[in-house]
């Protein structure tokens, strides 16, 4: 099963696969599944991991078995496992799982946006509804950060705290190396 077109049930097949990577996820709640059979799914690995029993594939079986789920048996189970044999790290399929959900969530928002502005009333009112709902809507968006402005204030802040350097008693070696530091190697070849 190709983990870009769902990585839902890749990031669980992964997890189940793996139940350590369940760390690696972030922020991921239940409503950020499409599927109400995965919600419950990622319930259930969560409250395992929670009273420290690993959601591996057994023990997530015996329990499915116990709270009895509708469409979800051992077939199933193993199709989800099977999904989380791609390559993709989980922390990147839990993003790509809460992109999918913002999009959803933005989504069903344009269509109620479409339903207020058809029914008519009030266009100032309408309005502040729809910027409330845009809002509510993109929670979990993430805010954007142009590359250019990252950058630069990283080369500011390594500038700012350049560590502390010992001088050479060589004026040119001083320019061309900033003078000795600690932890740093220096390897000189020179003619006698």
Known sequence: MDTTTDPELAL????????????DVEGLEAGDFAQ????????????MDGNRIAPDLLAVA??????????????WLADVMAAGSGWQ????????????????RLEQTGMRLVQLAQAGGDPQEIQEMARTEVDAASRSVASVTLVG???DATLESWESAAPPSIPT?????????AGWRPGALYVVGARP
């Open 12 to 23: 669980l097949g992964q997890i189940l696969q793996r139940p350590k990577s369940l760390r």
């Open 36 to 47: 109400p059979r995965l919600a419950a799914l990622w319930d259930l690995m969560q409250w």
């Open 62 to 75: 015996d329990h499915l078995h116990r709270i009895d789920l509708p469409g979800v048996d051992a077939t």
């Open 89 to 104: 790290p989980t922390g990147i399929l839990s993003r790509m799982v809460q992109e999918r959900a913002t999009l959803r």
């Open 149 to 151: 402005e990252e950058i």
């Open 169 to 177: 008693p060589w004026v040119d070696l001083n320019e061309f190396v």
